[in-house]
């Protein structure tokens, strides 16, 4: 297995490394989270489109700006599902039947495709962990999540452990997940870096509350995301009939899919009769907008890891209150937002308070919040991380055939790299 390209001839400077023929393998076609992320990173500058493909579980909005950008793209469609999406034991054994099924399809595409190397974005990607091993390629799963859903989690453990050959994890909580002990032959942790081009976009924050028509006197208090019990939903409907008599200026806007199995009454509830001063804006694509427009972001999520949206809400400027699971400490402490503990509506409503009646220092967490993005959450510092493992992965996956072959035996060594100290 070879991954280093011949310059040009005639330059004479030798030869360069390049990523090997990888297949990115998302695990949710809606644009949200990790997924959004490998969208950016598959688009991100600097990353050479011909040695990408983009394997889509379903049909996905982001197969046209994929496309757009020279990537091949391919769409397992009809088979979808994750093991931590179900609820009960009989949805789970469903799943996994039908995730099975997809292996042989997974197994296919790579070696018709002469695939090098599988990249699965999430730890619940078990069938193209499994065809990655069927047709002896060097895989490399991203761990973005940190939260146990039973025995899904302990299936998807067994799975990374015994399938991958390298692992990064998206937060230290998700190594955590794995008892800290390292993955396969090389792991890393390494924060979602979210995109340079956020730091511009608050300069057009005015103009941007005009657009969705939030009146100078509202205090809009923005949801993004899937609308489920994991991501406290039902405790932010719960506790904004308190707030909205607190503070009657405060505006709630949701923005998000409902989650196809919810069975919450609450969280059902809300979607359909928002109560008043609420509003349930659905799917949007112009979430970053949202996000700029907006006086605080909410999630009061009790399972995370390091969330995307928050990273984002910091770079742009937008103050955060976040229950403190997964790495969402390491986020907003220290005086970069308002985190806050515990279960049900009741610490939520007191921190979301604390932010709305202190606007000055809402403001200046959001300054402290900017000042570490811009330190340790940029993208461009994770993309290089990332395009540096694969590449590292495939060729000691290439030395030790090499070894093998020819008789020889050999280990690849283990690498950590922790985040930095907040």
Same mark, same amino acid.
Request: aromatic letters at 6%.
């Given at each position: 297995?070879? +991954? +280093?390209?011949?310059?040009?001839?005639?330059?004479?400077?030798?030869?360069?490394?390049?990523?090997?023929?990888?297949?990115?393998?998302?695990?949710?076609?809606?644009?949200?989270?990790?997924?959004?992320? *490998?969208?950016? =990173?598959?688009?991100?500058?600097? =990353?050479?489109?011909?040695?990408?493909?983009?394997?889509?579980?379903?049909?996905?909005?982001? &197969?046209?700006? *994929?496309?757009?950008?020279?990537?091949? @793209?391919?769409?397992?469609?009809?088979?979808?599902?994750?093991?931590?999406?179900?609820?009960?034991?009989?949805?789970?054994?469903?799943?996994?039947?039908?995730?099975?099924?997809?292996?042989?399809?997974? /197994?296919?595409?790579?070696?018709?495709?002469? /695939?090098?190397?599988?990249?699965?974005?999430?730890?619940?990607?078990?069938?193209?962990?499994?065809?990655?091993? @069927?047709?002896?390629?060097?895989?490399?799963?991203? /761990?973005?999540?940190?939260?146990?859903?039973?025995?899904?989690?302990?299936?998807?453990?067994?799975?990374?452990?015994?399938?991958?050959?390298?692992?990064?994890?998206?937060?230290?909580?998700?190594? #955590?997940?794995?008892?800290?002990?390292?993955?396969?032959?090389?792991?890393?942790?390494?924060?979602?870096?979210?995109?340079?081009?956020?730091?511009?976009?608050?300069?057009?924050?005015?103009?941007?509350?005009?657009?969705? &028509?939030?009146?100078?006197?509202?205090?809009?208090?923005?949801? *993004?995301?899937?609308?489920? &019990?994991?991501?406290?939903?039902?405790?932010?409907?719960?506790?904004?009939? #308190?707030?909205?008599?607190?503070?009657?200026?405060?505006?709630?806007?949701? $923005?998000?899919?409902?989650?196809?199995?919810?069975?919450?009454?609450?969280?059902?509830?809300?979607?359909?009769?928002?109560?008043?001063?609420?509003?349930?804006?659905?799917?949007?694509?112009?979430?970053?907008?949202?996000?700029?427009? $907006?006086?605080?972001? @909410?999630?009061?999520?009790?399972?995370?890891?390091?969330?995307?949206?928050?990273?984002?809400?910091?770079?742009?400027?937008?103050?955060?209150?976040?229950?403190? /699971?997964?790495?969402?400490?390491?986020?907003?402490?220290?005086?970069?937002?308002?985190? =806050?503990?515990?279960?049900?509506?009741?610490?939520?409503?007191?921190?979301?308070?604390?932010?709305?009646?202190?606007?000055?220092?809402?403001?200046?967490?959001?300054?402290?919040?900017?000042?570490?993005?811009?330190?340790?959450?940029?993208?461009?510092?994770?993309?290089?991380?990332?395009?540096?493992?694969?590449?590292?992965?495939?060729?000691?996956?290439?030395?030790?055939?090499?070894?093998?072959?020819?008789?020889?035996?050999?280990?690849?060594?283990?690498?950590?790299?922790?985040?930095?100290?907040?």
């Amino acid at each position: 297995m070879s +991954i +280093i390209e011949e310059t040009p001839s005639g330059l004479g400077v030798g030869r360069r490394p390049r990523l090997p023929r990888t297949a990115f393998c998302f695990h949710d076609p809606q644009p949200s989270g990790a997924s959004r992320w *490998l969208c950016d =990173f598959l688009l991100s500058d600097g =990353f050479v489109a011909d040695r990408a493909i983009a394997v889509l579980p379903a049909p996905s909005p982001m &197969e046209a700006p *994929l496309r757009d950008a020279g990537i091949e @793209v391919r769409v397992l469609a009809g088979r979808m599902g994750a093991l931590t999406d179900n609820r009960g034991w009989q949805d789970r054994a469903a799943v996994a039947l039908n995730r099975a099924c997809m292996v042989a399809d997974y /197994v296919s595409l790579f070696r018709g495709e002469a /695939v090098q190397l599988v990249y699965a974005n999430s730890s619940v990607q078990i069938a193209p962990m499994i065809a990655a091993r @069927v047709a002896r390629l060097p895989l490399v799963v991203h /761990v973005h999540e940190a939260w146990n859903t039973g025995c899904a989690s302990a299936l998807k453990r067994l799975a990374v452990r015994r399938l991958a050959n390298a692992a990064l994890f998206a937060a230290q909580s998700g190594l #955590d997940m794995f008892g800290g002990q390292p993955i396969g032959r090389s792991w890393m942790v390494s924060p979602n870096g979210v995109a340079p081009e956020l730091l511009e976009l608050s300069a057009h924050r005015r103009m941007l509350r005009q657009r969705f &028509e939030f009146a100078g006197k509202d205090r809009v208090v923005l949801f *993004l995301g899937t609308l489920c &019990e994991r991501k406290g939903v039902h405790d932010l409907a719960a506790c904004w009939p #308190d707030i909205r008599r607190r503070f009657p200026a405060a505006r709630l806007v949701v $923005a998000g899919n409902l989650d196809a199995q919810e069975r919450n009454r609450a969280i059902l509830d809300f979607a359909q009769a928002p109560p008043e001063g609420a509003e349930y804006l659905g799917y949007r694509d112009d979430a970053r907008e949202l996000l700029c427009a $907006a006086d605080l972001f @909410v999630l009061p999520s009790y399972g995370e890891a390091m969330p995307l949206s928050i990273s984002e809400a910091m770079m742009i400027g937008t103050p955060v209150v976040a229950r403190a /699971v997964g790495d969402v400490e390491w986020q907003i402490g220290d005086g970069c937002g308002f985190p =806050f503990r515990g279960k049900g509506p009741r610490p939520l409503t007191e921190a979301l308070a604390t932010a709305l009646s202190n606007p000055t220092e809402a403001a200046s967490r959001a300054i402290r919040a900017r000042n570490f993005a811009k330190k340790y959450l940029l993208r461009d510092v994770q993309n290089r991380q990332v395009r540096r493992m694969i590449r590292r992965t495939a060729g000691k996956m290439g030395k030790m055939e090499k070894a093998e072959t020819t008789g020889k035996t050999g280990t690849a060594g283990t690498t950590e790299s922790g985040r930095p100290p907040k």
